[in-house]
């Protein structure tokens, strides 16, 4: 499966973004999708993931009530809104999807990753 993340940029903090990750070569729902980050020095990061197995979600403590993870089906795409965005959630996000629906934060379970999109938040 081909992941193609978008929806990154600059914006202040307390502001908002969507990011979407899109699949091809088989659909989302057979797959556990899972955003991370990484920011310049810093390790990988687990942001939020959505089981393929009954949709339920989790979200890293840092990003509890400001992120939300979805995923519609039907256009095979999983979204991330990020609403009161922070200066520390500048980084690099990534998508990733896992044919297990266990060991969610763990992106070395991940079998596919795309490629990363930017998001930057001023103070």
């Known amino acids: 499966v081909q992941l193609q993340a978008s929806g990154g940029g600059l914006v202040q903090a307390g502001g908002s973004l969507r990011l979407s990750c899109a699949a091809s070569?088989?659909?989302?729902?057979?797959?556990?999708t899972g955003w991370f980050r990484q920011a310049p020095g810093k390790d990988r990061e687990f942001v939020a993931a959505i089981r393929w197995s009954g949709g339920s979600t989790r979200h890293a403590s840092s990003v509890k009530g400001r992120f939300a993870i979805a995923r519609d089906n039907a256009k095979n795409t999983v979204y991330l809104q990020m609403n009161s965005l922070k200066p520390e959630d500048t980084a690099v996000y990534y998508c990733?999807?896992?044919?297990?629906?266990?060991?969610?934060?763990?992106?070395?379970?991940?079998?596919?990753w795309g490629q990363g999109t930017q998001v930057t938040v001023s103070s």
């Open positions: 990733a999807a896992s044919t297990r629906d266990y060991g969610l934060g763990m992106g070395d379970l991940y079998d596919y």
């Open positions: 070569g088989r659909t989302f729902s057979s797959y556990t």
